[in-house]
């Protein structure tokens, strides 16, 4: 007989399986709370459990193994209307597998029920130990009695923030028990233990399924945690994560005009090395701006290692008359090296160096190199300072785009004002 | 010589450019994990997207953007390999369940964790066989930062209008290089929208239609029971072994792809009379070749160039133009010539050179001597 909810009374289970009373109560429970199907969300995982899609009424969405609850939870965010349940079925593997996502919408407190049928083994698959299953339960992989004691989802879900967690023993009619979990605003997560008939029976002879449960340090109960619920039809998600008028990413981009000249009648490449937190890729940066404001096509990249506050930073940049389409560099025109740390970066570009400048801090020891080198003190305002300091002098020195160009990106950027312009200009003009 | 002369002249990197087309052109939502190269994307995707949302892995990405495709909306993310690796079987769910998504795949240097700052073009391979039954995942390959533009905007275009996930592939070089950018002159992009359904008839979450994609409604719907899955399953969405219906509705994903792979072949050719030899790149590497022809041709060689946009499922206009020419060369910045392979197998045929790099981008002067006569 079919019912709102199930279109028949003759689910696809085992006989005597728990699977076919989740179902039947869930049914019930959802009836209680005056529901219509077309207002729930069914989520299954991968397992004997999933096959309870065609007998539903409501809608269903049938994903991956493991994966339902992070799928219920992109359902969950997306639905705007208010009034919809979302309920994610799966089984103790599908919960061994995506035990982080079951955490997570804990965690996130997500607005949705999630039903573990938790009958301590993998049916599906002939009827393996899980990360649920207690110790001493037998199963055909642990023929003598699992080794381990079972993840306790219940303590877990709840410490992770939960507003509604009951571990239920999945016999008779616990609709009310359903009823109650699947009211709660925000995460209810609802174990229902469950033993199989085909391999968790035939295993486990003479035991009863509160028995096991109880042994195992895991009965019924119920946890609660009083926090707010987060979803897709929450006033306070659309407050807070919902951004309906967000703007062009062109509408920060400052637009630079062609205001000096350059002397560049050819490509141009430079490398700028030094340490984290010396300013490199500042540097980098406003000579690449300059270089537009002069007319210039320009490209730069930065290098650095993953840990981006240590170590060295280089930065490769290329300028052009012409457009640039390779963007890579081989032996550049040019590098400066205002540390240690850059100077080893660029080393093996420049001992390539047939031609062109280095222009190294006067602290560090010259390689061998076919460049001309220019030293200097860069590092006498501060460390931070001395990459900026060395953008001047390259544009001093080389002549390609005039002082000024660079003057003005430092005063248009704001960098000026935080600088010791002044004392840096005058030991310059003292070199 | 072309100066720049441009008075909207901006430094931009190419990730700006696709997240701002990707979002013009109707996507509204960004979920990711941040990873190397792929953190610009991410970044500016916290300001640009309607609902951005951290997620805590890249399985759990892939799942949460279904989810929220199945409730209409239209998401992106961005990753590289090692992000990528992870998603594989959630791409695949998504598929099947025929809903739209981009993932922008920022190629870095592998296998595993390789080098995250040195880009790569190692990942094609991966998406040529990613799908079980090697069916067919759209990929499209920018390499200029117009394309940057217009590709992002077209891997958009593409997932929605046939409900289905799209790889934007890409690589650090492009995504974290800044450059002068003209963007006064990008083409508009608008945004598409999900082929919708009359509500009066009967729903099918998966009809058979003549146009072979399936109209899309969002769950919940107050009216029409909506059922999504993942397994092989009849035009109802119901769960089925292998029946007639179930393997006829699997094989309908990719002669929807096939379908309509016409519609979105994009190519640059540039070609040169005379010319016998042919220059085949994408991605970074056809900024190399388009420095290497130029070079090539100032110094008196005849050459044609084909620049490859939409990477695969392969066009067949691409042989109908290699077949006029007797030499090829195919340049891609890997060691194991893998586009090259997706074209002729394993043994390449003798008029076909593969210059590939490991490790470094190739330059001009790679292709030039690697494709000397």
């Known amino acids: 007989m079919s019912t709102n909810f199930l279109n028949t009374s003759n689910l696809p289970f085992c006989k005597g399986c728990g699977h076919d009373l989740v179902s039947k109560n869930t049914a019930k429970a959802l009836d209680m709370l005056g529901l219509d199907p077309k207002d729930v969300i069914v989520v299954t995982d991968i397992g004997c459990h999933g096959i309870i899609d065609k007998a539903l009424n409501a809608h269903t969405v049938h994903g991956l193994h493991g994966r339902s609850v992070a799928l219920a939870t992109g359902v969950s965010l997306g639905v705007q209307e208010p009034g919809k349940k979302i309920l994610v079925f799966l089984g103790d593997g599908g919960a061994t597998i995506g035990l982080q996502h079951i955490i997570e919408a804990a965690r996130l407190n997500l607005n949705m029920s999630i039903v573990i049928h938790n009958n301590y083994l993998y049916g599906m698959t002939g ?16 023929l003598s009695g699992n080794t381990f004691a079972a993840h306790d989802l219940c303590a877990l879900t709840h410490a992770a923030g939960a507003s509604y967690v009951t571990r239920i023993m999945g016999i008779g009619d616990f609709s009310d028990q359903l009823a109650e979990a699947y009211k709660t605003k925000g995460c209810s ?8 008939p085909s391999y968790g029976v035939k295993f486990n002879p003479n035991r009863k399924l509160r028995d096991i449960a109880f042994e195992a340090g895991k009965p019924e109960g119920v946890w609660t945690n009083d926090r707010p619920p987060f979803n897709g039809s929450d006033s306070n998600f659309k407050e807070k994560y919902l951004k309906p008028n967000v703007k062009s990413l062109f509408d920060k981009l400052d637009k630079i005009n062609i205001k000096y000249p350059s002397s560049l009648n050819k490509g141009y490449s430079i490398v700028l090395s030094g340490s984290a937190g010396e300013g490199v890729q500042l540097a980098a940066s406003i000579i690449t701006k300059a270089a537009l404001s002069c007319g210039l096509n320009a490209t730069q990249k930065g290098s650095y290692p993953v840990t981006v506050g240590v170590g060295f930073s280089s930065s490769e940049i290329n300028l052009s008359p012409e457009t640039i389409n390779y963007h890579g560099m081989d032996i550049p025109d040019l590098v400066v090296a205002t540390s240690e740390e850059g100077l080893a970066y660029s080393l093996k570009k420049i001992k390539q160096m047939q031609g062109g400048i280095l222009i190294i801090d006067q602290s560090l020891d010259v390689p061998i190199t076919g460049a001309k080198v220019i030293p200097f003190d860069f590092r006498s305002f501060g460390a931070k300072n001395a990459s900026i300091m060395a953008s001047i002098f390259f544009a001093d020195k080389t002549g390609i785009i005039p002082r000024e160009s660079i003057l003005d990106m430092m005063e248009s950027s704001g960098l000026a004002a935080k600088l010791p312009l002044e004392k840096i200009l005058a030991a310059l003009d003292r070199d | ?24 052109a109707g996507a509204d939502t960004f979920i990711g994990y941040p990873i190397t190269p792929a953190n610009l994307l991410y970044l500016y995707a916290t300001q640009r997207f309607e609902l951005m949302l951290p997620a805590p892995d890249e399985i759990t990405t892939i799942q949460w953007m279904t989810g929220l495709a199945a409730t209409g909306r239209i998401p992106v993310t961005a990753t590289s390999f090692p992000g990528f690796a992870l998603m594989i079987e959630s791409i695949n769910m998504a598929y099947m369940m025929e809903l739209p998504m981009v993932i922008v795949l920022a190629q870095r240097l592998g296998p595993a964790t390789g080098t995250a ?5 190692g990942d094609i391979a991966l998406l040529r066989g990613m799908y079980s039954g090697g069916f067919s995942i759209p ?6 930062y117009s394309d940057s533009w217009t590709m992002a905007g077209e891997a958009v ?31 508009e992009i608008t945004a598409t929208q999900m082929k919708g359904f009359d509500l009066a008839d009967e729903y099918r979450t998966y009809a058979n239609t003549e146009d072979k994609i399936p109209p899309f409604l969002a769950v919940p719907n107050n009216k029409h029971q909506i059922r999504i899955t993942a397994s092989t399953h009849d035009t109802k969405g119901i769960l089925q072994h292998s029946t007639e219906e179930a393997i006829d509705n699997t094989l309908r994903l990719q002669e929807k792809t096939m379908k309509y792979l016409d519609d979105f072949t994009h190519y640059d050719l540039d070609e040169q009379a005379g010319a ?22 100032t110094s008196g060689e005849k050459i044609s160039l084909l620049t490859i946009k939409t990477l695969l499922p392969v066009p067949p206009v691409y042989y109908e133009i290699m077949d006029k020419y007797s030499n090829i060369i195919i340049a891609e910045e890997n060691s194991t010539a893998q586009y090259s392979k997706i074209l002729f197998g394993d043994r390449l045929p003798k008029n076909v050179t593969h210059i590939g790099t490991f490790g470094r981008m190739i330059t001009p002067s790679d292709i030039i001597n690697g494709g000397a006569e």
Do not use: W
């Open chain 2, 139 to 144: 990929v499209f390959s920018p390499s200029a």
């Open chain 2, 1 to 24: 010589m072309q100066k720049n002369n441009s008075q909207e002249s901006v430094l931009i990197d190419g990730s700006r450019l696709m997240i701002e087309a990707m979002a013009r």
């Open chain 2, 276 to 297: 016998t030899k042919l220059l085949i790149s994408f991605g970074i590497t056809a900024l190399a070749a388009l420095d290497a022809v130029n070079r090539m041709r």
């Open chain 1, 189 to 196: 997560v609802i174990e229902v233990i469950e033993l199989c």
């Open chain 1, 127 to 142: 009827g393996q130990t899980s990360g649920l299953t207690p110790e001493g339960f037998r199963t055909t992989t642990a």
């Open chain 2, 157 to 187: 275009r593409v997932a929605i209008k046939l409900r289905t996930p799209v790889v934007l592939l890409t690589s650090k070089e492009e995504v974290m290089t800044h450059k002068n950018f003209d963007i006064s002159h990008l083409p």
């Open chain 2, 117 to 121: 700052t040195c880009g790569a073009q």
